[in-house]
């Protein structure tokens, strides 16, 4: 893969052509205007694939690249239609082209939620084909032979016989004259047939990633580029009063100082005068109407309005009736934290604001958000803006929003010639748009055997979607933020969920790893947890019971306990914990060993899952983002949490926002079960579930039951 | 003033203030964008070179304290000791997700190498602790690290 080799100017002119012949939503059919070709010199065939006459194949991502491997998976699903091997084929982003390249599951360009395998599985093994079709279609033109005659293979068409064959390249002219054929007539191939689909290839972008090439939006340099050090206001809301400007400028290499409404910005010839200049304009600032917000505060409120009732997620059965009937009744109020994402590439983004375009440098999740923040700034056209797109050097989520593309042309619009716009790590951390905090109400019943007669889980906590598609929203519910907890797998025959939109004052909050389910699963699994030790069972047991009508998910959790040795005994101070779930399509168990240390340490020794995702596409990649799912959800668990005083977050960089470092890292063991059912997402589902796995093993291990996160030691310390 | 070093074996010199960090000169200046930032403290790793041989954060690293020594960035790392083979290791182990603090967590493996060929795991965690991964690699970086060391 070349990734360097990410010609701009090519891609706008190629697609350019292409959008105009396209109109609008996903397409693998573009119809060829006699011209078309003729220009190009390639076959494009679609969006997504380019062949050129020497047989080099670009295939084109729809989807960033930011760890979780999907340029691999992307390339693998076109490749496996194609028939081409994955040795040889160049990588290239897609362009900003909403027409070309929305995500059509979200509508938007954009890379989230563990959609991409789900939402593109079809259309891109529907664009591979066609290109097949049309490329076996003109070699049979060629031969005059029947095309059902003939084959691909590995980059090369064959006759019947297969003593004829021609290379993709040689077809080029040919194939690109032929009427491309509407999705319903392309065949796919038979599961059975794979190749490349189910196996663990290697990723195509490693190579860039081991020697220092691999260019992030941080690595951009367009020629003449000035660095800028970014001081937003620590209050949300907050202005700069006074800047010493003459000070800033005093330092060698510092060129411009740049006040916007809620930031400065010290503009410098490289990063270390651009951030000397910055402390050395002693910014003052008017904090404004959040001076006073804190945590207390935001609990407060939230524990307050958590007592009136929600919207109605769901109810079925009569609740209150059972309660009020049950044999034991637990109610508990379950906290999550405020998070931060802390990728660890820190919030960029390189921009040229000329009088007739702006042009973007910068790794987003979201190229639609980037447009609309780089149009609601400059005032230019929709078509004027230029997005140069980046492997993501981690998303997890911070990077669907466009805020730092924002500050970041805001800044651009004050600087003649291109300006790189960094966060300090400080920066990044304490302007973040927050996972929310949650402060839920659970309430639960058991017969006298101990069996579930009624659920009742409350959600209170900040709505992403009222702020950024209220259109999403059900009747004052929010999808995310009962995702998870509205369809619990287990068998509850009375069940109400609500959800109380409490929106917290001068903090931000948006997408995190694992979104709802990372909410929710913690409260659903951890309150089974508390009815299983309630009804003094097996907490593996307990679940299958209620699993019955749930086969993919009690197989899961069968073959997760049988290969974490479930039931084998423990030492003092060491607990095993499971939780199941069922979230972004696909079937999770895990398991987790942890040991609860004299003084309330909590150390996690290993971690197993077991995952029905479906159809696999790189189980290699499933296991990495087992792993690494599970150690993002266990940072958090243990350490994860921002708070706020006098309006500004506490937190500031690894000494205390702390990242789980190689020592503490579990060994995750990921065992994949063999379905032909569609493909679920992976990305995120290891965070959701590591969340309640680590507290039942806690709280197997000690007999107390963390139910406000992070874990805090000092309540776990030995008696 | 205008300071003169030697990186990856060949003399650069670059005009800059003396407190100047080792890793903006590297990536601002003199374009070498391999090594990267994370959180200019030394709290991360990303940002990890080798200095006369010794892992070293290059975001804490005045300029003025690298003029007599000898610089490493990962553009270069094939060319040290044990290099080639934590490549070939990374790769083969798949261990890069989001790559981005992979710069530092091979310079320090390379140190590491380098100061003891086979390393207990004990070893590992000294002197892999300082670089943290975000995406959560460090069970296959312990892997890559065993596998190279073979």
């Known amino acids: 893969m070349s990734n360097s080799a990410l010609g701009p100017q090519l891609n706008r002119r190629h697609f350019l052509k292409a959008s105009v012949a396209v109109g609008g939503g996903l397409v693998v059919n573009l119809a060829l205007g006699p011209d078309f070709s003729a220009a190009a010199a390639d076959f494009a065939p679609n969006a997504f694939i380019r062949i050129d006459r020497k047989g080099l194949v670009t295939l084109v991502m729809p989807q960033v690249e930011m760890g979780q491997g999907i340029y691999t998976a992307q390339a693998m699903l076109l490749a496996e239609e194609l028939e081409i091997a994955l040795d040889d084929v160049k990588l290239e982003h897609a362009p900003l082209n909403e027409a070309l390249y929305a995500h059509p599951m979200l509508g938007r360009q954009m890379t989230g939620g563990s959609t991409s395998i789900r939402a593109f599985w079809t259309p891109l093994r529907t664009a591979g084909a066609t290109a097949r079709t049309l490329l076996i279609q003109a070699a049979a033109k060629e031969w005059n032979v029947d095309p059902v005659t003939c084959r691909a293979e590995d980059g090369f068409v064959l006759d019947e016989s297969g003593t004829r064959k021609l290379a993709y390249g040689e077809l080029v002219d040919i194939a690109a004259l032929l009427p491309v054929p509407a999705p319903e007539d392309v065949t796919l191939k038979s599961p059975e047939d794979f190749k490349l689909l189910g196996t663990s290839a290697k990723r195509l972008d490693t190579p860039g990633k081991i020697n220092g090439s691999l260019n992030y939006g941080i690595d951009a340099f367009p020629d003449g580029t000035k660095i800028a050090a970014i001081a937003i206001s620590p209050v949300l809301g907050g202005k700069p009063k006074s800047v010493n400007e003459q000070a800033a400028l005093a330092i060698n290499g ?38 006073q917000v804190s945590s207390a505060d935001i609990v407060r409120h939230l524990e307050q309005e958590s007592q009136k009732p929600g919207a109605i997620a769901r109810s079925e059965g009569d609740v209150t009736t059972a309660l009020a009937g049950a044999a034991q009744r637990i109610d508990v109020v379950y906290q999550l934290p405020f998070l931060s994402h802390a990728a660890m590439e820190p919030m960029n983004c390189t ?369 | 003033m205008a300071f003169s070093m030697q990186i990856n074996g060949r003399t650069y010199t670059v005009d800059v203030d003396g407190d ?51 610089v490493t960035t990962i553009e270069a790392l094939h060319t040290v000791a044990h290099g080639k083979a934590l490549q070939d290791a990374w790769i083969e182990l798949e261990v890069p997700q989001c790559g981005y603090c992979q710069s530092g967590q091979l310079m320090s493996a390379a140190a590491l190498l380098e100061e003891t060929p086979s390393p207990t795991d004990d070893d590992i965690d000294n002197a892999m602790w300082g670089n943290v991964c975000r995406c959560g690699t460090y069970q296959r970086i312990r892997a890559a690290i065993k596998r190279a060391s073979a």
């Open chain 1, 351 to 719: 921009v040229h604001v000329r009088e007739d375009a702006c042009e973007l440098w910068v790794g987003t999740q979201n190229l639609s958000a980037a447009k609309l923040a780089a149009v609601t700034v400059t005032g230019l056209e929709p078509e004027k803006i230029i997005i140069n797109n980046h492997i993501v050097g981690g998303g997890f989520g911070r990077r669907l929003e466009a805020d730092g593309i924002a500050h970041a042309v805001k800044v651009a619009m004050h600087v003649d010639g291109p300006v790189k716009v960094i966060w300090s790590r400080e920066e990044d951390i304490q302007h973040g748009y927050y996972r929310p905090y949650y402060y839920d109400r659970m309430s639960g019943g058991i017969d006298e055997q101990g069996n579930p007669v009624a659920w009742m889980h409350r959600v209170s906590g900040s709505s992403i979607f009222a702020r950024i598609a209220p259109g999403a929203m059900q009747n004052g519910v929010d999808p995310d933020g009962v995702e998870g907890a509205a369809h619990p797998p287990y068998k509850l025959p009375a069940i109400q969920v609500e959800f109380n939109q409490v929106e917290p004052q001068g903090v931000l909050t948006s997408w995190w790893r694992g979104v709802g389910p990372s909410h929710n699963v913690f409260m659903v699994e951890s309150f089974i947890d508390e009815l299983a030790a309630a009804a003094e069972a097996d907490p593996v047991e307990y679940r299958k019971r209620l699993l019955t009508e749930n086969p993919r998910a009690l197989r899961v959790l069968e073959l997760a306990a049988e290969k974490a040795d479930w039931g084998k005994p423990l030492s003092a101070r060491q607990g095993r914990g499971v939780a199941v779930q069922f979230a972004f399509g696909s079937y999770l168990a895990m398991i987790a060993d942890a040991t609860v240390e004299a003084d309330g340490v909590v150390r996690v020794t290993r971690i197993v899952t077991a995952v029905d995702c479906g159809l696999t596409v790189n189980p290699d990649t499933i296991a990495a983002q087992m792993e690494g799912g599970a150690l993002y959800g266990l940072t958090a668990a243990l350490y994860g949490a921002i708070t706020l005083k006098d309006g500004r977050v506490e937190q500031s960089n690894f000494d205390n926002y702390l990242p789980l470092r190689i020592d503490e890292a579990p060994h995750v063991e990921t065992h994949i079960i063999p379905s032909a059912e569609p493909p679920g997402g992976i990305g995120e589902v290891a965070t959701s579930a590591v969340f309640p796995a680590v507290t039942n093993a806690i709280f197997s291990a000690t007999g107390r039951r963390v139910r406000t996160l992070p874990v805090n030691p000092a309540d776990l310390r030995e008696a």
């Open chain 1, 254 to 291: 510092v060129r411009q100082v740049v006040l916007t409404d809620e930031a400065v910005a010290v503009v410098g010839d490289h990063t270390g005068a651009a951030k000397k200049g910055l402390e050395a304009a002693s910014i003052e600032w008017d904090d404004g109407p959040n001076a």
């Open chain 2, 20 to 70: 100047t960090p080792l890793l903006w000169v590297l990536r601002d200046l003199l374009g070498m964008t391999g090594t990267k930032f994370g959180c200019g403290q030394a709290l991360c790793g990303a940002c990890t070179v080798h200095v006369d041989g010794v892992a070293t954060r290059s975001c804490v690293t005045p300029i003025e304290s690298v003029v007599e020594s000898q």
